[in-house]
């Protein structure tokens, strides 16, 4: 049993920055990859950002500059800190990892999600 518990969002300005984080607890043996995509209403869910243990980070294009992911290893935390706020911005952020929970069972966990909100 894995668990992604994230934290942070909210509601800001154009201009503004946040930051989310997000924690992996249970049986974990080893995290490849954590990372954020997003959703907005009427949209299909996107990669934002992931980063992998080997700290290769890919952004989406849109984000590039604005938005930084970074990881504690030790922490088994991902954290995402965005500024210059666009309204385009406005989704729901979820969490997201690949990990082993043994040497050889692998699977992808999806945090709950966390509402950021772009508007003046």
């Known amino acids: 049993q894995v668990e992604l518990v994230e934290s942070g969002g909210g509601l800001v300005k154009p201009g503004g920055s946040l930051s989310l984080s997000c924690a992996a607890s249970?049986?974990?043996?080893?995290?490849?990859?954590m990372g954020w995509y997003r959703q907005a209403p009427g949209k299909e869910r996107e990669l934002v950002a992931r980063?992998?243990?080997?700290?290769?980070?890919n952004y989406l294009d849109s984000v590039k500059g604005r938005f930084t992911i970074s990881r504690d290893n030790a922490q088994n935390t991902v954290y995402l800190q965005m500024n210059s706020l666009k309204p385009e911005d406005t989704a729901v952020y979820y969490c997201?990892?690949?990990?082993?929970?043994?040497?050889?069972?692998?699977?992808?966990?999806w945090g709950q999600g966390t509402l950021v909100t772009v508007s003046s």
């Open positions: 997201n990892s690949y990990l082993y929970t043994d040497y050889k069972s692998h699977l992808e966990v």
């Open positions: 249970g049986s974990i043996f080893r995290i490849v990859a």
């Open positions: 980063i992998t243990g080997g700290s290769i980070v």
